[in-house]
Each structure stands twice: as structure tokens, then as C-alpha cells.
């Protein structure tokens, strides 16, 4: 069962309990539900930030690339983007400097 289908069960028992008017533990006995489970759910729906959004899952996108698109290794500088700083690396850049550079952006990016 995924953690979804285990919100979607649990938010659909926290959902009945409250309609029923019954305590966490009159309720759970007549449902034969541990207790302890439904006061920990409870306190999430309540309380916790993480079930109010929705899961998202990760999608991939194919992306097809034409070999005469890419540049020849050598040619034209690379801008590298951080925040509201941009950085220009051209060809023959000492690449022990930009990895201190890069290292410093990200710490404080």
C-alpha cells in the first residue's frame, strides 16, 4: 500500500469518525481500530502540514535532441545562472577558480 492509499484510507476513517459523533476510543472499539493509530491521525489532519497537499510525483520528459544543435566542445562561453547572478565561463577559464566561484554562489544562493 502506498503512502497515498494509506492517507486516502486513513482520511476517510478520520472523516467518519467525526461524523459519528463518538470518541477516538468508543469509535475505534466499534470499528476494532487500535486507538493509538487513530489519535496519531488524527493529530496529523488536524496539526499536520504534510497531508493538507497533495503528493506530487515526479514526471520525466523525453527530450530528442539533434546532434548538428549542439555546439562543437571548445566554441562560445557557457552562462551559468545563480539567483540574480549570472556567470559567463568562456573557453580556457582556470576551472579551479570557478569551482571556488560556484562553490561560494551556492553557499550563499
Request: net charge negative; glycine share 6%.
Amino acid at each position: 500500500m502506498t503512502q497515498q492509499d494509506k492517507r486516502i484510507k486513513w482520511k476517510a476513517r478520520y472523516d467518519a469518525w467525526k461524523a459519528s459523533g463518538l470518541s477516538i476510543a468508543e469509535w475505534c472499539r466499534n470499528q476494532e481500530i487500535k486507538d493509538h493509530q487513530m489519535y496519531y491521525w488524527v493529530q496529523q489532519f488536524e496539526h499536520g502540514d504534510f497531508l493538507s497537499e497533495t503528493p506530487v510525483e515526479t514526471q520525466w520528459l523525453a527530450v530528442q535532441v539533434e546532434e548538428e544543435s549542439l555546439p562543437s566542445s571548445g566554441q562560445g562561453p557557457i552562462l551559468l545562472h545563480f539567483g540574480a547572478i549570472s556567470v559567463e565561463v568562456r573557453p580556457g577559464a582556470n576551472m579551479s577558480l570557478l569551482s571556488d566561484v560556484v562553490h561560494v554562489l551556492q553557499s550563499r544562493c
